[in-house]
């Protein structure tokens, strides 16, 4: 009698008639509509690409004799250098402004509990539905009065206050994460809240920041509207407003279009290339229930 419960395990763990097994799948059945999917994605950069390296008056398929006759007329005769160096100085502190700021916020959202804290946290989400054109006439109207107009600054601060929202909202998930006893163990050992916080839990934040500072430098480096508005000196504009000035009315210059395209995409893709690993850790982080 001691085969009997084998054989119905054995039988229990056979796949049922009809039932086919993960890895019994035939391999074209995934392979197929993946491949059909990276040429649909791939086919578009490849244009680019090609616009980019071939002479001009060329209409040929292929790249071929390679030429960077368009890199260099946007980079200088269309003064794409200015405009890369305002794009990586208006990333670059729209990243530390609102990494900052909604540490702070962030960390009063998951350790404090006060009042109007819900309705506070349903006011952040409610703002994500707000775009951002709508912001346009009130921020233009105080940059204005505070004479920031034409000012990169300007550009940093509509920026943060776009990003802060769902920055906040991610960084309090964060740090929800962490176990609040680490925090009242260092109290005991002599730390106070801010030393414990700085020698504790922001260390174990890494992930959530790398998350939260590498998606606020993305929006804004390839944000269009806020440069557009509060910027009017041709030498303080982004990338995205030069590559708007390479489209006319009457012509569209499509080699400098797509050189200009790979210089604006290029940064993002060798910044996310390098923080991929850390970038997925932070939002899954980000996504569990505190």
């Known amino acids: 009698m001691a085969p009997a419960p084998e054989r119905a395990v054995s039988e229990s763990a056979r796949p049922r008639r009809g039932h086919r097994a993960w890895d019994e799948v035939p391999r074209r059945r995934i392979y197929l509509p993946l491949s059909v999917y990276l040429l649909f994605t791939l086919v578009p950069f490849y244009w680019i690409l090609l616009f980019a390296l071939r002479p001009a008056g060329s209409t040929s ?13 946007v980079w200088t005769d269309r003064g794409f250098g200015t405009y890369f160096a305002n794009s990586v100085y208006v990333g670059l502190a729209t990243l530390v402004l609102t990494t900052v700021v909604a540490l702070a916020g962030g960390y009063a959202l998951a350790r404090f509990d006060f009042r109007a804290k819900r309705g506070f946290m349903l006011a952040l989400l409610c703002s994500q539905f707000v775009p951002g054109a709508l912001l346009l006439v009130p921020l233009f109207q105080i940059f204005a009065k505070l ?9 940093v601060i509509a920026e943060t206050v776009f990003q802060l929202p769902l920055s906040m909202i991610l960084i309090s998930g964060f740090i929800r994460n962490v176990p609040y006893s680490l925090e009242e163990a260092a109290w005991v050992d002599g730390c106070n809240r801010l030393t414990a916080f700085r020698i504790v839990v922001l260390p174990l934040l890494r992930p959530g920041l790398i998350a939260v500072g590498s998606f606020a430098f993305v929006h804004a480096w390839n944000h269009f509207l806020f440069a557009l508005m509060f910027l009017s000196d041709q030498g303080k504009q982004t990338i995205p407003v030069g590559l708007n000035t390479l489209m006319s009315a009457d012509s569209v210059d499509l080699g400098a279009l797509a050189a200009g395209g790979i ?9 996310f290339a390098f923080i991929q690993k850390w970038l997925i850790t932070g939002f899954s982080a980000g996504a569990v229930k505190g």
Not at 147 to 155: E, K, P, Q, Y
């Open 147 to 155: 004479s920031m107009i034409n000012s990169l600054g300007s550009v």
């Open 61 to 73: 398929l292929v790249p071929w004799p390679v030429t960077f006759e368009h890199f260099g007329k």
């Open 263 to 271: 210089v604006a995409a290029v940064p993002v893709v060798v910044v």
